[in-house]
Protein backbone atom coordinates (compact mmCIF):
# COMPACT_ATOMS: atom_id res chain seq x y z
CA UNK A 1 0.00 0.00 0.00
CA UNK A 2 1.40 3.47 -1.00
CA UNK A 3 2.29 5.50 2.08
CA UNK A 4 0.14 8.24 1.56
CA UNK A 5 -2.75 6.16 1.51
CA UNK A 6 -1.39 4.71 4.61
CA UNK A 7 -0.94 8.32 6.29
CA UNK A 8 -4.51 9.11 4.65
CA UNK A 9 -5.79 5.99 7.18
CA UNK A 10 -3.98 7.25 9.99
CA UNK A 11 -5.00 10.75 9.92
CA UNK A 12 -8.75 9.58 9.48
CA UNK A 13 -7.95 7.58 12.59
CA UNK A 14 -6.74 10.46 14.58
CA UNK A 15 -9.49 12.88 13.62
CA UNK A 16 -12.22 10.07 14.64
CA UNK A 17 -10.38 9.81 17.94
CA UNK A 18 -10.50 13.28 18.73
CA UNK A 19 -14.27 13.40 17.88
CA UNK A 20 -14.87 10.55 19.66
CA UNK A 21 -13.74 11.30 23.18
CA UNK A 22 -12.94 15.00 22.67
CA UNK A 23 -16.71 14.93 21.48
CA UNK A 24 -18.22 14.44 24.90
CA UNK A 25 -16.16 17.29 26.23
CA UNK A 26 -17.69 19.78 24.44
CA UNK A 27 -21.07 18.25 25.17
CA UNK A 28 -20.36 18.75 28.93
CA UNK A 29 -19.02 22.16 28.30
CA UNK A 30 -22.23 23.32 26.55
CA UNK A 31 -24.51 21.63 29.52
CA UNK A 32 -23.16 23.11 32.08
CA UNK A 33 -25.66 26.03 32.96
CA UNK A 34 -28.82 23.44 31.72
CA UNK A 35 -28.28 20.53 33.71
CA UNK A 36 -25.37 22.30 36.33
CA UNK A 37 -28.67 24.23 37.39
CA UNK A 38 -30.07 23.03 40.70
CA UNK A 39 -32.68 23.91 43.58
CA UNK A 40 -30.11 26.83 45.14
CA UNK A 41 -27.02 28.63 44.37
CA UNK A 42 -24.91 25.89 46.55
CA UNK A 43 -26.91 22.94 44.99
CA UNK A 44 -26.46 24.40 41.63
CA UNK A 45 -22.77 25.01 42.61
CA UNK A 46 -22.53 21.16 43.67
CA UNK A 47 -23.93 20.07 40.60
CA UNK A 48 -21.37 21.85 38.10
CA UNK A 49 -18.46 20.89 39.72
CA UNK A 50 -19.74 17.14 39.51
CA UNK A 51 -20.16 17.69 35.79
CA UNK A 52 -16.61 19.25 35.47
CA UNK A 53 -15.23 16.53 37.65
CA UNK A 54 -16.59 13.83 34.99
CA UNK A 55 -14.21 15.37 32.32
CA UNK A 56 -11.48 16.92 34.75
CA UNK A 57 -9.35 14.43 34.49
CA UNK A 58 -9.57 13.85 30.65
CA UNK A 59 -10.38 16.79 28.61
CA UNK A 60 -6.60 18.07 28.30
CA UNK A 61 -5.31 14.28 27.46
CA UNK A 62 -8.51 14.27 24.62
CA UNK A 63 -7.09 17.14 23.28
CA UNK A 64 -3.83 15.25 22.50
CA UNK A 65 -5.80 13.33 19.53
CA UNK A 66 -5.99 17.42 17.98
CA UNK A 67 -2.97 18.20 18.48
CA UNK A 68 -1.26 14.97 16.70
CA UNK A 69 -3.50 14.88 14.25
CA UNK A 70 -2.71 18.56 13.29
CA UNK A 71 0.95 17.83 13.05
CA UNK A 72 0.63 14.55 10.90
CA UNK A 73 -1.04 16.52 8.29
CA UNK A 74 1.82 19.27 8.20
CA UNK A 75 4.47 16.07 8.36
CA UNK A 76 2.42 13.97 6.11
CA UNK A 77 0.44 16.25 3.53
CA UNK A 78 2.61 19.23 3.50
CA UNK A 79 -0.32 20.45 0.42
CA UNK A 80 -3.19 19.96 2.23
CA UNK A 81 -1.99 21.36 5.51
CA UNK A 82 -1.20 24.95 3.93
CA UNK A 83 -4.34 24.79 1.95
CA UNK A 84 -6.17 23.95 4.34
CA UNK A 85 -4.88 27.26 6.68
CA UNK A 86 -5.11 29.45 3.96
CA UNK A 87 -8.93 29.15 3.37
CA UNK A 88 -10.21 28.31 6.78
CA UNK A 89 -7.49 30.18 8.44
CA UNK A 90 -10.54 32.39 10.22
CA UNK A 91 -12.62 29.47 11.40
CA UNK A 92 -9.52 27.47 12.42
CA UNK A 93 -8.16 30.48 14.31
CA UNK A 94 -11.85 31.26 16.17
CA UNK A 95 -11.10 27.37 17.29
CA UNK A 96 -8.27 28.13 18.11
CA UNK A 97 -9.16 30.94 20.01
CA UNK A 98 -12.32 28.86 21.85
CA UNK A 99 -10.31 26.07 22.95
CA UNK A 100 -7.71 28.28 24.70
CA UNK A 101 -10.80 29.84 26.15
CA UNK A 102 -12.07 26.95 27.63
CA UNK A 103 -9.21 25.26 29.18
CA UNK A 104 -8.69 28.56 31.06
CA UNK A 105 -12.14 28.02 32.19
CA UNK A 106 -11.30 24.86 33.50
CA UNK A 107 -8.33 26.18 35.30
CA UNK A 108 -9.14 29.34 36.77
CA UNK A 109 -12.99 28.86 37.46
CA UNK A 110 -12.20 27.83 40.92
CA UNK A 111 -9.57 30.10 41.68
CA UNK A 112 -11.73 32.77 42.83
CA UNK A 113 -13.77 33.22 45.49
CA UNK A 114 -16.78 35.25 44.11
CA UNK A 115 -20.00 33.86 42.33
CA UNK A 116 -19.54 36.44 39.27
CA UNK A 117 -15.96 35.07 38.97
CA UNK A 118 -17.70 31.37 38.46
CA UNK A 119 -20.08 32.77 36.51
CA UNK A 120 -17.57 34.14 33.74
CA UNK A 121 -15.13 31.11 33.58
CA UNK A 122 -18.69 29.03 33.31
CA UNK A 123 -19.63 31.22 30.46
CA UNK A 124 -16.19 31.14 29.12
CA UNK A 125 -16.33 27.23 28.83
CA UNK A 126 -19.84 27.19 27.65
CA UNK A 127 -18.54 29.65 24.34
CA UNK A 128 -15.31 27.85 24.39
CA UNK A 129 -17.24 24.52 23.64
CA UNK A 130 -20.41 25.44 21.62
CA UNK A 131 -18.04 27.40 18.99
CA UNK A 132 -15.71 24.20 18.05
CA UNK A 133 -18.58 21.53 18.45
CA UNK A 134 -20.11 23.81 15.78
CA UNK A 135 -17.12 24.88 13.50
CA UNK A 136 -15.55 21.34 13.46
CA UNK A 137 -18.86 20.37 11.15
CA UNK A 138 -18.70 23.81 9.19
CA UNK A 139 -15.45 22.63 8.51
CA UNK A 140 -14.98 18.55 7.68
CA UNK A 141 -18.42 19.73 5.77
CA UNK A 142 -16.45 21.66 3.50
CA UNK A 143 -13.40 19.75 2.80
CA UNK A 144 -15.42 16.97 1.78
CA UNK A 145 -17.93 18.59 -0.74
CA UNK A 146 -15.05 20.66 -2.01
CA UNK A 147 -13.99 23.98 -1.87
CA UNK A 148 -12.91 26.28 -4.86
CA UNK A 149 -8.97 25.33 -5.20
CA UNK A 150 -6.78 26.59 -7.91
CA UNK A 151 -3.27 25.76 -9.36
CA UNK A 152 -1.24 28.96 -9.16
CA UNK A 153 2.94 29.44 -10.04
CA UNK A 154 5.10 30.66 -7.81
CA UNK A 155 8.87 31.27 -7.69
CA UNK A 156 9.27 28.18 -5.79
CA UNK A 157 6.77 25.87 -8.61
CA UNK A 158 3.14 25.01 -8.52
CA UNK A 159 0.71 25.19 -5.71
CA UNK A 160 -2.74 25.11 -4.94
CA UNK A 161 -4.49 28.23 -3.48
CA UNK A 162 -8.20 28.16 -2.42
CA UNK A 163 -10.62 31.43 -3.72
CA UNK A 164 -13.05 31.95 -1.19
CA UNK A 165 -13.61 33.74 1.93
CA UNK A 166 -14.77 32.99 5.08
CA UNK A 167 -18.37 33.29 4.21
CA UNK A 168 -17.82 31.03 1.26
CA UNK A 169 -17.22 28.23 3.83
CA UNK A 170 -20.72 29.47 5.36
CA UNK A 171 -22.90 27.63 2.72
CA UNK A 172 -26.21 25.85 3.67
CA UNK A 173 -24.83 22.18 3.48
CA UNK A 174 -22.00 23.29 5.68
CA UNK A 175 -23.82 25.30 8.39
CA UNK A 176 -26.24 21.82 8.63
CA UNK A 177 -22.48 19.97 9.16
CA UNK A 178 -21.99 22.24 11.99
CA UNK A 179 -25.72 21.54 13.44
CA UNK A 180 -25.18 17.84 13.14
CA UNK A 181 -22.17 17.91 15.30
CA UNK A 182 -22.98 20.32 17.73
CA UNK A 183 -26.54 18.28 18.30
CA UNK A 184 -24.27 14.89 17.96
CA UNK A 185 -21.56 16.37 20.37
CA UNK A 186 -24.39 17.95 22.95
CA UNK A 187 -26.41 13.65 22.63
CA UNK A 188 -22.85 12.17 23.49
CA UNK A 189 -21.71 14.48 26.16
CA UNK A 190 -25.42 13.96 28.48
CA UNK A 191 -25.27 10.14 27.74
CA UNK A 192 -21.38 10.67 29.27
CA UNK A 193 -22.93 12.71 32.00
CA UNK A 194 -25.27 10.18 32.78
CA UNK A 195 -22.85 7.21 32.99
CA UNK A 196 -20.12 9.25 35.47
CA UNK A 197 -22.84 10.65 37.51
CA UNK A 198 -25.79 9.29 39.90
CA UNK A 199 -28.47 10.69 41.60
CA UNK A 200 -30.57 13.95 39.94
CA UNK A 201 -28.28 14.90 37.95
CA UNK A 202 -27.68 11.40 36.36
CA UNK A 203 -31.89 11.22 35.89
CA UNK A 204 -31.52 14.57 34.42
CA UNK A 205 -28.62 13.96 31.46
CA UNK A 206 -30.87 10.55 31.17
CA UNK A 207 -33.64 12.62 30.40
CA UNK A 208 -32.10 16.08 27.84
CA UNK A 209 -30.30 13.28 25.98
CA UNK A 210 -33.22 10.90 25.47
CA UNK A 211 -34.95 14.60 23.68
CA UNK A 212 -31.79 16.20 22.46
CA UNK A 213 -30.54 12.57 20.81
CA UNK A 214 -33.96 12.69 18.41
CA UNK A 215 -32.99 16.13 16.82
CA UNK A 216 -29.64 14.70 16.48
CA UNK A 217 -30.38 11.72 14.63
CA UNK A 218 -32.80 13.52 12.52
CA UNK A 219 -30.02 16.07 11.42
CA UNK A 220 -27.61 13.34 11.09
CA UNK A 221 -29.13 11.54 8.70
CA UNK A 222 -30.24 14.09 6.36
CA UNK A 223 -27.07 15.97 6.33
CA UNK A 224 -25.17 12.56 5.70
CA UNK A 225 -27.77 11.55 2.64
CA UNK A 226 -27.06 14.72 1.43
CA UNK A 227 -23.46 14.48 1.67
CA UNK A 228 -23.04 10.59 0.22
CA UNK A 229 -25.11 11.93 -2.65
CA UNK A 230 -22.79 15.14 -3.01
CA UNK A 231 -19.58 13.09 -3.02
CA UNK A 232 -20.94 10.81 -5.67
CA UNK A 233 -22.65 7.49 -3.57
CA UNK A 234 -19.99 5.32 -2.72
CA UNK A 235 -21.27 2.10 -1.00
CA UNK A 236 -18.64 1.73 1.63
CA UNK A 237 -19.69 5.16 2.51
CA UNK A 238 -23.49 4.27 2.46
CA UNK A 239 -22.97 1.55 4.77
CA UNK A 240 -20.56 3.05 7.41
CA UNK A 241 -23.31 5.99 7.52
CA UNK A 242 -26.07 2.98 8.21
CA UNK A 243 -23.63 1.74 10.44
CA UNK A 244 -23.83 5.03 12.09
CA UNK A 245 -27.28 5.64 11.75
CA UNK A 246 -28.22 1.99 13.85
CA UNK A 247 -25.17 2.71 16.47
CA UNK A 248 -26.66 6.28 17.23
CA UNK A 249 -30.58 4.72 17.61
CA UNK A 250 -29.33 2.00 19.98
CA UNK A 251 -27.42 4.23 21.91
CA UNK A 252 -31.13 6.24 22.83
CA UNK A 253 -32.55 2.60 22.82
CA UNK A 254 -30.14 1.63 25.65
CA UNK A 255 -30.14 5.21 27.50
CA UNK A 256 -34.11 5.07 28.10
CA UNK A 257 -33.40 1.60 28.94
CA UNK A 258 -31.16 3.44 31.68
CA UNK A 259 -28.13 1.18 30.68
CA UNK A 260 -25.55 4.27 30.23
CA UNK A 261 -22.48 2.01 29.40
CA UNK A 262 -24.31 0.41 26.72
CA UNK A 263 -25.81 3.97 25.49
CA UNK A 264 -22.73 5.60 25.38
CA UNK A 265 -21.33 2.91 23.56
CA UNK A 266 -23.63 3.21 20.71
CA UNK A 267 -22.86 7.50 20.63
CA UNK A 268 -19.73 6.48 20.75
CA UNK A 269 -19.74 4.00 17.70
CA UNK A 270 -22.03 7.13 16.23
CA UNK A 271 -19.35 9.39 15.97
CA UNK A 272 -16.94 6.78 14.81
CA UNK A 273 -18.93 5.39 11.76
CA UNK A 274 -19.90 9.41 10.86
CA UNK A 275 -16.81 10.57 10.79
CA UNK A 276 -15.51 6.98 9.14
CA UNK A 277 -17.74 7.90 6.88
CA UNK A 278 -16.80 11.60 5.90
CA UNK A 279 -13.14 9.75 5.17
CA UNK A 280 -14.65 7.35 3.15
CA UNK A 281 -16.63 9.39 1.31
CA UNK A 282 -13.10 11.94 0.43
CA UNK A 283 -10.75 9.06 -0.63
CA UNK A 284 -8.66 8.94 -2.48
CA UNK A 285 -8.74 12.95 -2.09
CA UNK A 286 -7.68 15.08 0.94
CA UNK A 287 -9.53 18.29 -0.34
CA UNK A 288 -11.29 18.33 -3.22
CA UNK A 289 -11.81 21.34 -5.73
CA UNK A 290 -15.37 22.78 -6.68
CA UNK A 291 -13.61 24.98 -9.43
CA UNK A 292 -11.05 22.83 -11.41
CA UNK A 293 -10.37 19.25 -11.09
CA UNK A 294 -6.58 20.04 -11.47
CA UNK A 295 -6.36 21.84 -8.17
CA UNK A 296 -7.93 18.67 -6.45
CA UNK A 297 -5.53 17.49 -3.51
CA UNK A 298 -5.06 14.12 -3.34
CA UNK A 299 -3.19 10.78 -3.01
CA UNK A 300 -2.80 9.46 -6.08
CA UNK A 301 0.42 9.62 -7.20
CA UNK A 302 -0.75 9.76 -11.25
CA UNK A 303 -4.02 11.03 -10.78
CA UNK A 304 -5.72 13.66 -12.34
CA UNK A 305 -5.29 16.40 -9.22
CA UNK A 306 -2.21 17.74 -7.20
CA UNK A 307 -0.40 15.35 -5.26
CA UNK A 308 -0.29 16.33 -1.83
CA UNK A 309 2.04 14.20 -0.08
CA UNK A 310 5.59 14.61 1.08
CA UNK A 311 8.48 12.30 0.19
CA UNK A 312 8.23 8.44 0.79
CA UNK A 313 11.58 8.91 3.22
CA UNK A 314 9.82 11.39 5.16
CA UNK A 315 6.54 9.06 5.50
CA UNK A 316 8.84 6.16 6.41
CA UNK A 317 9.98 7.67 8.97
CA UNK A 318 6.91 8.83 10.68
CA UNK A 319 5.30 5.12 10.12
CA UNK A 320 7.51 3.74 12.26
CA UNK A 321 7.54 6.54 15.19
CA UNK A 322 4.06 6.10 14.86
CA UNK A 323 4.01 2.28 14.95
CA UNK A 324 6.18 2.48 18.63
CA UNK A 325 4.50 5.86 20.16
CA UNK A 326 0.86 5.50 19.13
CA UNK A 327 -0.19 2.17 21.29
CA UNK A 328 1.67 3.54 24.31
CA UNK A 329 -0.54 6.72 23.89
CA UNK A 330 -3.61 4.65 23.77
CA UNK A 331 -2.49 2.60 26.28
CA UNK A 332 -1.82 5.55 28.65
CA UNK A 333 -4.91 7.10 28.03
CA UNK A 334 -7.13 4.13 27.95
CA UNK A 335 -5.12 3.58 31.35
CA UNK A 336 -6.58 6.87 32.96
CA UNK A 337 -9.92 5.76 31.94
CA UNK A 338 -9.96 3.12 33.97
CA UNK A 339 -9.08 4.33 37.20
CA UNK A 340 -11.54 7.30 37.15
CA UNK A 341 -14.32 5.05 36.09
CA UNK A 342 -16.56 5.53 39.35
CA UNK A 343 -19.60 7.35 39.40
CA UNK A 344 -19.65 11.11 41.11
CA UNK A 345 -22.78 12.46 43.10
CA UNK A 346 -23.18 15.80 44.55
CA UNK A 347 -22.04 14.05 47.93
CA UNK A 348 -18.50 13.53 46.62
CA UNK A 349 -18.40 17.61 46.46
CA UNK A 350 -16.24 19.29 49.33
CA UNK A 351 -18.02 21.66 51.44
CA UNK A 352 -19.61 24.73 49.50
CA UNK A 353 -20.92 26.46 52.80
CA UNK A 354 -18.40 29.22 51.71
CA UNK A 355 -20.99 29.78 48.28
CA UNK A 356 -23.43 29.74 50.40
CA UNK A 357 -22.53 32.65 52.87
CA UNK A 358 -21.28 34.87 49.74
CA UNK A 359 -24.87 34.28 48.24
CA UNK A 360 -26.61 35.70 51.33
CA UNK A 361 -24.19 38.18 51.94
Known amino acids: ?76 FREWYATLFDGFYLALLLVLVALIVRALGFEYRGKGSSAQWRR ?9 SFLPALLWGVAFANIV ?71 SAAVAVVWLTWTNIITGNKIAAWVVTLLAAVSLVAGLVFNRMGREGFAFLGTFLATLFAVGALFLMLFPDVMPSTLDPAATLTTLRDGPGFYAANSDH ?30 LTTSHIPDVAGVRERVHS
Open 1 to 76: MDLAVVWFILIAVLWIGYFCLEGFDFGVGMLLPILGKGKDAEDTERRKRVMLGTIGPHWDGNEVWLLTAGGATFAA
Open 120 to 128: NWDLAIVIG
Open 145 to 215: AGTPLEVVETTLGSGVEFQGTLFTLLNPHALLGGLCTLLLFLTHGAIFIALKTDGDVRHDARALAGKVGIA
Open 314 to 343: TLGIMTVVALIFTPIVIGYQAWTYWVFRRR
